[in-house]
């Protein structure tokens, strides 16, 4: 049950506290690696210590006689995996110990189960292994010959029209490998009762997984069962399954015992995927007075040997700005590196911290205040597509979130801002991210006791799923939210969406209001004919505050449902609603729906003692309708935080010998911390987006982070003088600076 919230706010548009935080801060919730069962066993994988070469023969005889060893898995005895085929998404489609063939450093070569985790880890250490043919990793950006550059979107003739424009900008920009740290490490815990699986995952996708992994384990879906109460956070790192789970189930199957795995902090650099890193050429031609006639983006991405993701840089470049000539082209490396994965906001991030570090240099060479520029060329359509956008308002964000920031006040020279004895720079950069919704089924059972438990097979990765579920069930009843029980997080229940692309709550408004009216209108015809209503019709009769009443009578008249219920002898009535997903339905299609913001960053710089910080920032965010303010706000706080990181610390560093990651542990691996996080202000500006949903909520996890390091970068060159165009910010980069 929730705890207990003010009657007297509504249960949309107020910041509720959320309903799953008792559990999480007495330590009731139960996490994947939490959960123990009797007589269960610890694995333990073993990864090749090559990036690129074969494996010439493991030698398990030691770990094999070690105490409470159960196990040691190789290719020649871990049973067969099948290939994923088309039965969802998974990032890595060749299944784990498949060959000798090692595609990257830490590729699982074997697996140890023993009765303990020590006993596991100090066998997983004996086992050895030896290699042929091994070379060091390629790890290249450029293209080779095989590797062509393709056409992502086009019109006009972009190249004519740099060549003839009166202000150009042409610089590259990168972005280096990133890895998802969540606190909570990826972790599985199968059981197997002789037919089917029970498998307790980190997954943010518990139907997506159970369906990767009854085609791979070779088994119905019927006889997998997914379990994801709570998840630690994901960022995209535990959308789709990895190689692990498949190992934990093979390994539970073949001895009928549970089994735990859980990846080491180590093992979240190599084996669990990455944000990949990005090399991005930005033309920009504009005439005198500030309006875009030219846009090109070409930019490089790596990926692993074997899979097919793309970091999609271009993916909010055609329609952000107006501009009757773009380009842009992309072109994949395939490298001995481990298979790359979605990181909270996966293609946009990386591609606006080029497009919104162009946008800014534009402005410098033709003179033009940066906020002012981007008013210039706000497009009135998606050019792209020649759609209309279903609502945008990023005027207002940069209108709004300059005077809130004062932006007024900003002097332009460089380093020409000083307060305290520090130097300041403001820096400004714009940020989308699509809206759409996913295919979502949600059942809502009106029950005897007065209660109502709503239950969607979704999932909640720390997002606040739980919370809007139960203030979109008590905004539809009209109820407290206390009398709400939530129930997600098994793939046994209706199938919900995936917790990515910030879609989930604009997946589940329309799957809600059809389960509410489906079980209010059962009560109704339950309430008709009988007890208080006897002469009365279903059609005669409404639902108000969790009462039955007539029409024409106030609700305070009516009786309570669960009166209704009792003198029907019911223990509850049903109610099943489904929402269609938008990238498929032809109505959708009639319009351009994202989401859209805009960041203000102020820097301070202290050249004495080299020392930089983000000191303030104010969002503003056109996400149509905000549902819960709280839970929003904390969103975007969070987004930021990573955005600071991605600006200033973040950078995943391999070994060039062997492609081993040299800082895989949090404290060689620099991220945001209290000490380093900024004043914080949001402001969500209020235009509910109708066109998506009938409440006019879009999702907010991800364009929070979209942006935001170009923000932080124009910011440092206002300070300093110095234009970095290769994240991360390096102090080294700032000591070049001019500005004492």
């Known amino acids: 049950m929730a705890p207990d919230a003010p009657r007297t706010l509504p249960a949309l548009g107020h910041g509720h506290a959320r309903v799953d935080g008792p559990l999480k801060v007495s330590g009731t919730a139960r996490y994947s690696s939490d959960y123990h069962f009797p007589g269960l066993l610890y694995a333990v994988p073993v990864g090749a210590t090559i990036a690129s070469g074969e494996v010439a023969a493991i030698d398990d005889s030691a770990a094999a006689a070690m105490p409470g060893v159960r196990k040691v898995y190789t290719r020649a005895n871990i049973g067969r995996f099948y290939k994923p085929g088309k039965s969802g998404y998974i990032d890595e489609a060749r299944p784990p110990l498949d060959d000798d063939t090692i595609h990257y450093y830490g590729q699982y070569v074997a697996m140890v189960v023993a009765d303990t985790f020590e006993q596991a880890t100090a066998a997983a250490r004996a086992v050895k292994v030896s290699y042929r043919n ?61 037919k089917a699986f029970t498998l307790y995952e980190t997954t943010q996708s518990i139907i997506n997984h159970r369906d990767v992994m009854a085609q791979m384990l070779g ?86 040997r074997t899979d097919h993701s793309k970091e999609d840089c271009g993916e909010v470049t055609a329609f952000l700005y107006s501009t009757p000539n773009l380009k842009i082209t992309s072109g994949r490396a395939r490298r001995d590196i481990a298979p790359n994965t979605a990181m909270r906001g996966p293609g946009a991030v990386p ?36 759609l209309p956008f279903s609502s945008r308002h990023m005027k207002e964000c940069l209108t709004e979130g300059a005077a809130r920031f004062g932006w007024a006040r900003r002097n332009p020279g460089i380093g ?24 979502a089924e949600v059942s809502l059972l009106l029950n005897a006791d007065g209660s109502v438990r709503v239950a969607s097979g979704t999932q909640d990765i720390g997002t606040g799923t739980y919370t809007m579920l139960a203030q979109m069930v008590a905004h539809d009843l009209g109820i407290a939210m206390d009398r709400i029980q939530v129930v997600i997080g098994d793939s046994a229940l209706p199938p919900g969406p995936l917790s990515g692309g910030s879609m989930v709550t604009g997946s589940l408004v329309p799957a809600v209001a059809q ?61 099943k609603g489904k929402s269609r997903n938008t990238f498929g339905d032809a109505e959708a299609k009639k319009f351009s729906m994202h989401s859209y913001g805009v960041h203000f960053v102020e820097v301070t710089w202290e050249p004495a003692i080299a020392r930089l910080r983000v000191s303030r920032v104010v969002t ?16 975007i706080e969070g987004a930021i935080a990573m955005g600071v990181g991605m600006a200033l610390f973040e950078e995943t560093q391999y070994e060039p010998r062997h492609g081993k990651a040299i800082n895989s542990n949090l404290a060689d691996y620099v991220m945001t911390t209290h000490a380093d996080a900024p004043q914080i202000d949001v402001l969500f500006l209020d235009y509910p987006d109708t066109k998506l949903n009938a409440l006019g909520a879009r999702g907010i996890g991800e364009i929070g982070l979209a942006g935001f390091a170009a923000a932080v970068t124009n910011a440092v060159h206002h300070a300093t003088g110095v234009r970095v165009r290769d994240l991360p910010v390096k102090i080294e980069q700032l000591l070049t600076s001019t500005v004492v």
């Not at 020409?416 to 295919?439: E, H, P, T």
Request: aromatic share 6%; hydrophobic share 40%.
């Open 620 to 635: 503003a965010i056109d996400a149509g309708r905000i549902l819960n303010p709280m839970t929003g706000r904390n969103q």
């Open 416 to 439: 020409a801002m000083r307060a305290d004895g520090k130097v300041i720079g403001w820096g400004v950069a714009g940020c989308a991210w699509m809206a759409q919704r996913l295919d």
């Open 351 to 386: 591609g606006l911290f080029a497009v919104e570090s162009a946008m800014d240099e534009l402005a410098l060479a033709l003179k033009i205040d940066p906020v002012e520029l981007r008013l210039r060329n706000e497009p009135a359509i998606d050019e792209s597509t020649s």
């Open 219 to 304: 088994v119905p879906k019927e006889n997998v069962r997914i379990v994801t109460e709570f998840l630690g956070s994901g960022f995209g790192g535990k959308l789709w399954p990895w190689p692990h789970a498949l190992l934990a189930a093979a390994a539970a199957r073949d001895l009928g015992k549970p089994v735990k795995l859980v990846v080491t902090r180590q093992m979240m650099f190599h084996n669990v995927g990455h944000r990949t890193n990005t090399q991005q050429r930005m033309r920009l031609g504009a005439t005198h007075d500030g309006k875009l006639v030219a846009l090109r983006q070409d930019f490089l991405y790596r990926t692993s």
């Open 515 to 575: 389960a509410t009216g489906k079980a209010v209108e059962q009560l109704l015809e339950t309430a008709a004919g009988h007890g208080a209503f006897a002469n009365a019709r279903a059609d005669q009769l409404t639902f108000t505050e969790g009462r039955v009443h007539r029409k024409e009578e106030p609700a305070a008249s009516g009786v309570p449902f669960e009166q209704v219920l009792g003198d029907a002898r019911l223990a509850h009535v049903e109610g």
């Open 134 to 194: 091994v070379t060091a990793p390629d790890v290249r950006m450029q293209l080779n010959a095989e590797e062509k550059q393709t056409t992502d979107s086009e019109r006009g003739n972009v190249d004519t029209a740099l060549a003839s424009a009166p202000v150009t900008v042409d610089q590259t920009y990168t972005t280096p490998p990133e890895t998802h740290n969540p606190i909570e490490l990826h972790a599985s815990v199968a059981t197997w009762d002789g």
